[in-house]
């Protein structure tokens, strides 16, 4: 699809990555804002239901959104700048707007009933997403375990030339010392006769 894409096409995948890890890296524990609204007011029941709407968008792998069609990309940034904007009014919430209570509680409500249309216009892309992942995994994996192999037969290799290297010593020491001791019985044998020689004409010489 990357080598088929317009620029419209690269501005939408752009615009629904930033959409989707936004809302990925959110931290729902800013929503409580329990310092600054008091305990009466404070955020405290929303965290669980944005967690849940944060967890089912962190299934879908941004790595996966290349392959995935331009109207399939309007529903995943769709549904993550929906769910952006309700954690914008929580974190924008003050306690000077009329009625705060139910306000607040109104904030709470839309998070809790967003999981269900968020979940319906996402879940095939999520189980895309999934396979997706698993299969890479899948190839991660292989990958892994063929290094594992090159690299243990590599250490065999290389344990077997060392060995063959170590032989390969031990004859030529064993040559080297072979051939000393030859050159020393040489120089025996040739010594032995001229000193007999030698000491002959020593006897000769003193008659």
Not at 61 to 90: E, G
Not at 146 to 154: D, Y
Not at 155 to 167: G, I
Not at 178 to 200: F, H, Y
Request: hydrophobic fraction near 35%; charge should be positive; charged fraction near 25%.
């Amino acid at each position: 699809m990357a080598d088929t894409m317009t620029d419209a096409d690269r501005e939408l995948l752009e615009a629904t990555r930033e959409s989707l890890e936004r809302v990925q890296g959110f931290d729902v524990q800013s929503l409580v804002r329990r310092e600054e609204l008091g305990a009466a007011l404070a955020f405290t029941g929303i965290v669980k239901p944005a967690e849940r709407l944060v967890g089912l968008l962190d299934r879908i792998s941004s790595s996966a959104l290349q392959d995935i069609p331009s109207n399939q990309l309007n529903h995943i940034q769709q549904q993550a700048d929906t769910v952006h904007s309700i954690f914008t009014q929580v974190l924008d919430f003050t306690a000077a707007q009329g009625n705060p209570q139910n306000a607040r509680n109104s904030l709470i409500d839309q998070t809790i009933n967003q999981y269900q249309p968020c979940f319906d216009a996402l879940h095939g892309l999520i189980a895309y997403s999934h396979y997706r992942s698993a299969d890479f995994q899948s190839l991660e994996r292989e990958a892994r375990e063929t290094r594992h192999k090159l690299e243990k037969s590599l250490t065999d290799s290389q344990k077997k030339a060392q060995a063959a290297l170590d032989d390969i010593k031990q004859v030529l020491a064993a040559s080297e010392t072979r051939r000393r001791n030859w050159v020393c019985r040489r120089k025996q044998s040739t010594l032995g006769p001229q000193r007999a020689s030698t000491r002959r004409t020593r006897r000769h010489g003193g008659r």
